[in-house]
Structure formats: structure tokens, C-alpha cells
């Protein structure tokens, strides 16, 4: 092998784009990691689950799950330089099928997601009101749901005059027309900052990436000015170890870093094939990992510096605090019109918010966009226009979210389009880049970007621990979804009041109603669709000749000349069941396809694979 092979093995290398700088990358990356859910939903699961002692399996889960798949995925897409679908069919073409339900994945996130940041959009534009819409002053006596107004201004605001929300996810209630500009304005800026790659994506990192932390700065500094906020700090910090011999808290830790961190979307590999192959991804993997583990935590003693002011001035209890959008536009809005200045921290906290959602956007549609990229179909197709077809598709499927009964499709896209799934394709990451691909060969990949073999950490949590952990937390994540029953919280109002005549109210406005027929279907489909391509490619493409994967020149240099040898399919059945103890009746494997291509780890020599390797 000569150079020939080296232009052969990276054939999108020098035509691929690139980051500006490794510090756009690192920015990027950032923006990926760290989202909404860093702030609303990390310190409501650290309350909920002992306070400080939730710590304890937070920054153990990140040690041996999270940072170790991050790490991963960065040098898989770094090393192969393409986008999902392609890197997992050059691995293996019945592999293929997890590049597909990446982006299916991807494209599900991207279609419910910006409905977070239209949220905040519109909380941003009504925040430059004097007094604040959300106010009990501006209740309207004439209404004859004024008492329950008056019981809680910022939630009768939230679920009546923001959003509107209807008493049943089967009564569409027609569109909100604030919320729909604010979708229309929410894509109009990810396409402005995704039409040219990561030229324009680096860019605006920059800016989204950096923002985000002055305002949380500013509101920290802000907050434990006020009074309360050590009492709100202490009540997210106080441990209670016993919850520890709880299974659940574990699994919340488990969940929580593998969602926030952003593995298994694939857009991960997506940003690490815009990187050039000489680089240290490990630093990358550890930086971005912590940095967005850090966020939370100062999120965290944010939101609660201020909820503990909230109990002051109000007399709600801080252990009250809701999770996800509630906390977001109910209790951080009812704290924040009790401040001095209230526009000014309102409309810097939702602007924050805003810029969370829309860096997060910019990984998942990317993680759609650069697989489609690498397909001869559209590889002629200006990235513009291809980019742009891609967001008006995602803008019209995500569109029904804009209507009154949108926080119903929201929570019904949110517990099910992604949880599933993404669990699985992390597990079969795992198994197809360890068990399939081959350690050994992982392994020199990563020693000639980076210049270092692996520590063995590393590869005991990427051959053991982090697939046990994924295979514990998607089997407590099916028996949780088969036990409960598919409820959803629906809006019924106060007590006093109820926005329906057949459904009574309730004190926290709030009654779980069964879903639909309809709903539940949808829900089955939006966990088959993505999971459903895997067990399709690997009966399709079983016997498929694997696409060599030649290493590149500098490889080379160091003495490693692969040889090629046959490899298909039913080769590696007949290894399996040869490791298992079954007997082999046939005369040898009769699908053998040629083309694989394999490498010797020098030291580790492992004899589940075929490997040959000569001095240059």
C-alpha cells in the first residue's frame, strides 16, 4: 500500500469541510452538550434524588458511561471522516442500519425540540412589558377565573394566556399566533447559522456558545444577592446518602448524563469528521464533558439561589420546584417579578435559554444533514439548498406543536421519540466498534491521531461497563414505560374554576388522563421508527462484502501494512458460535465474501480476529 491507498482510505478528506479553528470545534461541541435540560432538569432531578448526595452517581455514571461514549464517538467520526450512515456501512454494511436510526433519532429530536426555544422566544418578546404580563395586577377582574388568577398569576399565564392550552391532547384548539412567528423566526435563525457547514456553525459558536454563561454569571450574582438564596443553595445541596440504596436515583444519573452529553445522535461524529485526523480527541472528550457536567451544577445553585428568594417573597416552598418547563416559565418567572428590575432578568434568562436551545439545535440537524451529504445523490447538491429542504421539512412536521394542545404532542415527542431508541443505538455503538470492528483496531486508530494507546480504563468501559450500564437502564426504562400507564398531565385549572365543566379541577391544576388510541399508536411508532432499520440491514446485508477501509500513509510509515483477508457476516457467526462451545458441522463458511480489513494491535493480540501485519 502505497499513497494511492492513503487518498483511497480517506477519500473525503481533503474535499471535506472544516472547522475555522479547533476552538470553533470546542465551541460547537460545548453548545452541543449543554442545553435547556442543564437548566431545568439536572436541578430538579439533584433536589428530587438527596441533593448533594445525587452527585455521587452523577460523576460516576459521567466516569464510566458518559465521558468513555463521547470519547468514542469523537474518534470514530475523526478517524473514518464521514457522517453516520457512511462511517457504519464501511464498518460493516449490515451495520448501517444504526448510521439510519441515528439520524431518524436526530430528525425526531429536531422536529419536537425548537418547541423549547419558540417557548422561550415568546417569553423573551412578552419579558420588555411593564408591569410583566404574568403579575397579579394584571389579572383581569371582569374574567371568571380572576380568583385563580390571583392564586398563581405566572401559572394561569403560562397555561391560559401564553399558550392556551386546551383540556385534552384531542382538542387541537386551533393555532397560538404568537407561538407560531416564533417558530417561524426559531428556524429561520438555525438555517442562517447551519447553510454553509461548520463555516457558519463555527461562527455562530462564537457567540451562542459564550452567551450563555455571562448571563448565568450575571444571574448568579444577582441571585445570592437576594434574600433566601443560601436556604434555596442548601436545600440542592443537602445530602440525603440513603437515597443511594435507591435503584432509581441511579438510573436518573445514568439517564441524565447519557442524554445531556448528546452521544448516540450521532452528532458527535458528525463534528469530529470536520476535525483533521492528527488530533488529541481524548482532550476534546474530557474537556466538553466536564465543562458541561460543571453547567449544571452552577445552573443548579442559579435556579435554586433564586427559588430560595422565591419562598421569601411568596411563601412557595423551594422543594416544590417543578422539572422542565415548568420550572422555566412558572417558578423562575414568579421569583423573577418580585425583583428589582424583573424585565431586565426575565429577558436575559429567557435570551439565555434561547441561545441553549438553538446551540443544541445546531448538532441534531447537522447530525441529518452531513449523512445525506455523503450519498451520491445529494454529494452534487448545493449544501444550501440541501440544508434548507431538511429545516422546511422539520418546520411543517413540528408545526402542530404551535396549536393549543402543542405542550400535549411536546410531552408525548419527548417520552418517546428519543429515550428508546437512543439507548439502543448507544449499546450497539458499543458492540459494533468493540465487539465487530475490533478493539485491536480501535485502538491503533486512536493511537496514530493522538499518539497514545488508550489506557486500559478506556477499554474496559468500552468492551464492559458502559454496555451493562445502557443494557440496565433501557430494560428499568421498558419495564418502567410497561408498568405505568401512558398518562399524560393534562390542563383542568384551579379548583375553583376548571377550564372544563366534565373534568373537576384540581389543586395543582393538573390530572393525569389516559392517551388516546391514537396517541399510544404514534407513541409505538416513534420508538419503532428509528430501531426498526437495524434489524432490517443486518438480515439485508448479512452476507454483503465489507468495503475496505485502508489506513492512511503516516499508518503505513509505521511499519502497519494491512493485508486483507475474507470477512462476511457469517464469518463472524461461525466465530461466535465456535467462542460459545456450539460445533461447527459445516465444512467451512460458505458465504465467504472478500474485502475486510483488519490490523494487529502490537501486544495485545486478540484471537477472535484475523490479523496480519507486516513491516513496510
Known amino acids: 500500500m502505497g ?32 442545553g435547556t435540560g442543564n437548566v431545568w432538569r439536572f436541578p430538579y432531578l439533584a433536589q428530587k434524588n438527596g441533593g448533594g448526595a445525587f452527585l455521587v452517581p452523577y460523576c460516576i455514571m459521567l466516569a464510566v458511561e458518559g465521558v468513555p461514549l463521547f470519547f468514542m464517538e469523537l474518534a470514530l467520526g475523526q478517524r473514518l471522516q464521514q457522517g453516520s450512515i457512511k462511517i457504519w456501512s464501511r464498518i460493516r454494511p449490515y451495520l448501517k442500519g444504526i448510521g439510519l436510526a441515528q439520524v431518524v433519532v436526530s430528525f425526531s ?36 377565573d380572576y380568583s385563580c388568577c390571583v392564586s398563581d398569576p405566572a401559572k394561569h399565564y403560562y397555561y391560559v ?41 463555527g461562527k455562530a459558536a462564537y457567540f451562542t456558545a459564550t452567551f450563555p454563561y455571562v448571563v448565568l454569571f450575571c444571574l448568579f450574582c444577582r441571585g445570592v444577592s437576594l434574600e433566601g438564596a443560601g436556604k434555596g443553595i442548601q436545600v440542592l445541596f443537602t445530602p440525603d446518602f440513603s437515597v443511594l440504596y435507591d435503584p432509581n436515583v441511579w438510573m436518573d444519573a445514568a439517564g441524565q448524563i447519557f442524554y445531556s452529553l448528546g452521544t448516540g445522535f450521532g452528532a458527535l461524529i458528525c463534528f469530529a469528521s470536520y476535525n483533521p485526523i492528527k488530533n488529541n480527541c481524548m482532550k476534546d472528550a474530557l474537556f466538553i464533558s466536564c465543562v458541561n457536567c460543571s453547567t449544571s451544577i452552577f445552573a443548579g445553585m442559579v435556579v435554586y439561589a433564586i427559588m430560595g428568594f422565591r419562598e421569601v417573597s411568596t411563601g412557595i416552598k423551594v422543594a416544590d420546584v417543578e422539572g422542565g418547563p415548568g420550572l422555566a416559565f412558572i417558578a423562575y418567572t414568579t421569583a423573577v417579578a418580585e425583583m428589582p428590575l424583573p424585565q431586565l432578568w426575565a429577558a ?36 444550501e439548498l440541501l440544508c434548507l429542504i431538511v429545516c422546511c421539512v422539520m418546520f411543517l412536521v ?77 430494560l428499568s426504562s421498558l419495564i418502567k414505560k410497561m408498568i405505568i400507564p401512558e398518562t399524560y398531565e393534562a390542563f383542568v385549572g384551579c379548583e375553583d374554576h376548571p377550564i372544563n365543566d366534565d373534568i373537576p379541577g384540581t389543586p395543582n391544576w393538573n390530572r393525569k388522563i389516559p392517551f388516546t388510541w391514537w396517541a399510544q399508536f404514534f407513541a409505538a411508532l416513534m420508538v419503532i421508527a428509528p430501531v426498526m432499520w437495524i434489524p432490517v440491514f443486518i438480515f439485508w446485508k448479512r452476507n454483503a462484502a465489507v468495503q475496505p477501509i485502508p489506513y492512511l500513509q503516516g499508518m503505513i510509515d509505521q511499519g502497519m501494512v494491512v493485508e486483507e483477508e475474507p470477512f462476511s457476516f457469517g464469518d463472524e457467526w461461525q466465530k461466535f458460535k465456535k467462542r460459545i462451545g456450539l460445533k461447527n458441522n459445516r465444512a467451512g463458511n460458505q458465504v465467504g465474501n472478500t474485502g475486510g480489513c483488519v490490523i494487529e494491535n502490537k501486544g495485545a493480540r486478540d484471537p477472535n480476529f484475523s490479523q496480519t501485519v507486516t513491516k513496510a
Open 3 to 34: 499513497k494511492d491507498t492513503e487518498q483511497a482510505g480517506s477519500p473525503n478528506e481533503e474535499n471535506r469541510a472544516r472547522w475555522g479553528s479547533h476552538l470553533e470545534f470546542l465551541l460547537a461541541g460545548v453548545g452541543l452538550a449543554v
Open 161 to 201: 394566556s401564553a399558550l392556551q392550552v386546551t383540556s385534552s391532547i384531542s382538542d387541537n384548539g386551533g393555532f397560538v399566533n404568537g407561538v407560531v412567528i416564533c417558530w417561524v423566526i426559531s428556524w429561520i435563525l438555525t438555517y442562517a447559522c447551519l447553510f454553509k457547514g461548520p463555516e457558519s456553525l
Open 348 to 383: 436575559a434568562f429567557f435570551f439565555m435559554m434561547v441561545t441553549l436551545a438553538l446551540n443544541s439545535e445546531f448538532g441534531t440537524v447537522e447530525a441529518c444533514v452531513t449523512p445525506l451529504r455523503d450519498f451520491k445523490i445529494f454529494s452534487k447538491m448545493r449544501r
Open 398 to 474: 413540528g408545526l402542530p406543536m404551535c396549536c393549543r394542545n402543542g405542550l400535549y404532542v411536546f410531552n408525548l415527542w419527548d417520552n418517546y421519540s428519543v429515550t428508546i431508541p437512543l439507548l439502543c443505538v448507544g449499546l450497539l455503538e458499543c458492540i459494533g466498534i468493540m465487539w465487530i470492528y475490533g478493539m485491536p483496531r480501535f485502538l491503533k486508530d486512536i493511537e496514530y491521531m493522538t499518539g497514545s494507546v488508550p489506557h486500559m480504563y478506556w477499554q474496559i468501559c468500552w468492551k464492559w461497563v458502559s454496555p451493562l450500564l445502557l443494557i440496565v437502564v433501557l
Open 109 to 144: 429530536m429536531t422536529v419536537y425540540y425548537p418547541i423549547v426555544m419558540t417557548w422561550c422566544m415568546y417569553y423573551f418578546y412578552l419579558s420588555f412589558r411593564n408591569p410583566l404580563p404574568w403579575v397579579e395586577s394584571e389579572c383581569d377582574s371582569t374574567r371568571e
